[in-house]
């Protein structure tokens, strides 16, 4: 490694421009405008700091050489700030409930109510017809008491907020039993025993991992417990011998023993679904009528709305959840009251079908193999397209591409080992590795992610919402073309 000479350093870093030539550059003026001066002033001094730094990057270039580098480094980084990092992508991976792509898409009334709360002001917390405070959660109360028979409910920023909240106001400084099977870590560090003592409830675990009686929980109870808890097992499974108390006998212990009887449902599912395996997940209703003192459940996930949780049972349990201190802290905006008022008014009026996660599980197998076949047809006649123009591009045209049946699943824990019959598109490129035409598809705009299989990159029709199919096929074309796809 060739070391330079203090002049000689000092000779290259002269060649750099000057914060002022910078800051006056018409293209740095127009990134001020949409950034602000005191960030693009920052970019600045860092493209300046990076280049002193690498004196042998400098070697040899003359002035307007290294201003235009500088200039280079400058406005590579600020473009990409000017550009929201949150963007919508095409959900080509056939997961519907997709915890890194958003979870649940929102029916298109939904999201117009949420666009309508966001616009303006509302009657959030103010009655018109008393002129007098009102209380947020009202708008989706009488909703979700309709649909499950509750007696009483609220709503939180998400399912983990409702489970915490309620141990916090029914069971701190008390005892909460659960069964040993059921302390399970739901994802990204939610894990059933820390959400107990961070509640301030102290946890009995009783039974085995894979059976625990009614008996178990019966012989724990003593004076100092408070309640019971039953966790859905979410992505958890056991297989074999296995026995766990019916949520029945727990309601029943628990009104014998004058103490609440919680189940965390995890996934909140108001409506029977069509699929053979999801004939014993059980609706809220179910697990209300059972006799469940709380249930919490989430809105995001089988209920197809926004992200937000629910407690829904006994009124003077629900009332003194809403009393507890953290219940403003996990309140939940505008937004999303709206747009889960409007997805819980499907509900009611017999039009959960047309919720998007429900269509999507249920959707016709028939009718997604008509799609994949569809697509397949469009890419083919892209690639041939391409391939006759693009000769001198090395065959990256040349790539079988065929309809192929897929697995699909449901997602964000529900249903975590049984998957839905599907059909998508798979793509063998000639001229680039799967990963490389995966990498591209996701640099399209919108990025489109799909999943691979082998040396195949498989786009899975299941949940491609309208338009999707079109954008696919564009992003295809100017990849071809060895263009960006932005539009």
């Given at each position: ?22 800051s ?22 860092r493209?300046?700091?990076?280049a ?11 002035r ?44 298109p ?76 870590e ?29 008996s178990?929980?019966?012989r ?7 309640a ?14 296995g026995?766990?108390a ?25 409506c ?21 003192s ?36 996990l ?25 998007p996660?429900?269509a999507?599980?249920?959707a ?10 569809n ?36 997602g964000g ?26 990498r ?27 338009g ?20």
């Amino acid at each position: 490694m060739v070391q330079c000479t203090m002049a000689e350093t000092n000779e290259l870093l002269r060649a750099l421009p000057s914060m002022d030539e910078l800051s006056r550059a018409p293209w740095a003026q127009d990134f001020s405008a949409l950034l602000g001066w005191d960030f693009v002033k920052k970019a600045l001094a860092r493209a300046l700091d990076e280049a002193r730094a690498d004196a042998a990057l400098l070697a040899g270039l003359g002035r307007a050489e290294a201003s235009a580098l500088v200039e280079a480094r400058s406005r590579d980084f600020l473009s990409r700030k000017t550009s929201s990092s949150f963007s919508p992508v095409i959900n080509a991976t056939g997961v519907i409930i997709h915890t890194n792509l958003g979870r649940a898409p929102l029916a298109p009334e939904a999201a117009r109510a949420a666009e309508a709360a966001a616009r303006g002001y509302g009657s959030l917390e103010y009655s018109p017809e008393t002129g007098a405070r009102s209380r947020r959660d009202l708008h989706v109360e009488w909703l979700i008491c309709h649909l499950t028979g509750a007696e009483a409910a609220l709503v939180v920023n998400n399912n983990a907020a409702a489970v915490l909240l309620a141990l916090s106001a029914l069971a701190a400084g008390r005892e909460a039993i659960v069964s040993n099977g059921e302390l399970v870590e739901i994802g990204d560090g939610f894990r059933v025993p820390d959400i107990l003592a961070f509640s301030g409830a102290r946890m009995v675990a009783v039974g085995c991992t894979n059976s625990t009686r009614a008996s178990d929980y019966e012989r724990a109870i003593g004076e100092n417990t408070a309640a019971l808890l039953k966790v859905h097992p979410s992505n958890f499974r056991v297989e074999g011998f296995g026995a766990s108390a019916s949520r029945e006998e727990l309601a029943k212990i628990a009104a014998s023993r004058g103490i609440a009887f919680i189940e965390d449902l995890g996934s909140g599912l108001l409506c029977p679904l069509g699929q053979s395996f999801a004939r014993d997940e059980p609706l809220v209703s179910d697990c209300v009528k059972a006799g469940a003192s709380v249930v919490t459940f989430s809105g995001d996930k089988l209920l197809g709305g926004p992200q937000i949780g629910v407690a829904a049972g006994a009124k003077a349990l629900i009332e003194k959840m809403r009393r507890h201190q953290l219940a403003r802290a996990l309140r939940v905006d505008k937004m999303t009251l709206a747009a889960f008022e409007a997805t819980l008014r499907m509900y009611a009026a017999g039009r959960s079908g047309e919720i998007p996660v429900i269509a999507m599980i249920e959707a016709d197998p028939n009718e997604l193999k008509k799609k994949a076949a569809n697509l397949c047809r469009a890419l083919r006649k892209i690639a041939r397209e391409a391939s006759g123009a693009l000769p001198p591009r090395g065959g990256i045209a040349e790539m079988e591409i065929e309809t192929v049946e897929t697995q699909d699943a449901i997602g964000g824990g529900a249903f975590a080992t049984d998957r839905l019959s599907g059909f998508g598109v798979a793509i063998r490129p000639a001229a680039m590795s799967a990963e490389n035409l995966a990498r591209a598809f996701r640099a399209a705009r919108p990025p489109v992610i799909p999943t691979i299989r082998g040396e195949r990159v498989i786009l899975h029709m299941r949940a491609l919402l309208d338009g999707d199919a079109r954008e696919i096929a564009r992003a295809f074309a100017l990849m071809l073309r060895g263009e960006s796809g932005a539009k």
